[in-house]
Nanobody, 113 residues
Framework: QVQLVESGGGLVQPGGSLRLSCAAS????????MGWYRQAPGKERELVAT?????LTNYADSVKGRFTISRDKNTVDLQMDNLKPEDTAVYYC?????????WGQGIQVAVSS
């Protein structure tokens, strides 16, 4: 199974920016899909954005125009701009390799004044 190591996150004021990064290890193959999900307190985990090896991206409607996902081999970044309080959640890196899904430990993002 792929191991995912996340970095970034933290506390930011509304309107601010943060960047999350995630690196996949324990594989010599190119991961098929990488991306980010998030889970707010009391809510289910939801898709934020994903990107394939071919560069196809998919975004949740709530983040379109504010978040940008990018990828370099087996590293994926999420640039989050114009953050809102409702973006507060634990963000999880996600990867799919040969139909097997892997998850990171999660990283906290808090948007508050």
């Amino acid at each position: 199974q792929v191991q995912l190591v996340e970095s970034g996150g933290g506390l930011v004021q509304p309107g601010g920016s943060l960047r999350l990064s995630c690196a996949a290890s324990r594989t010599i193959f190119s991961v098929d899909v990488m991306g980010w999900y998030r889970q707010a307190p009391g809510k289910e985990r939801e898709l934020v954005a994903t990107v394939t090896t071919g560069g196809l991206t998919n975004y949740a409607d709530s983040v379109k125009g504010r978040f940008t996902i990018s990828r370099d081999k087996n590293t994926v970044d999420l640039q989050m701009d114009n953050l809102k309080p409702e973006d507060t959640a634990v963000y999880y890196c996600y990867a799919v390799l040969r139909l097997t899904s892997s998850w990171g430990q999660g990283i906290q993002v808090a948007v508050s004044s």
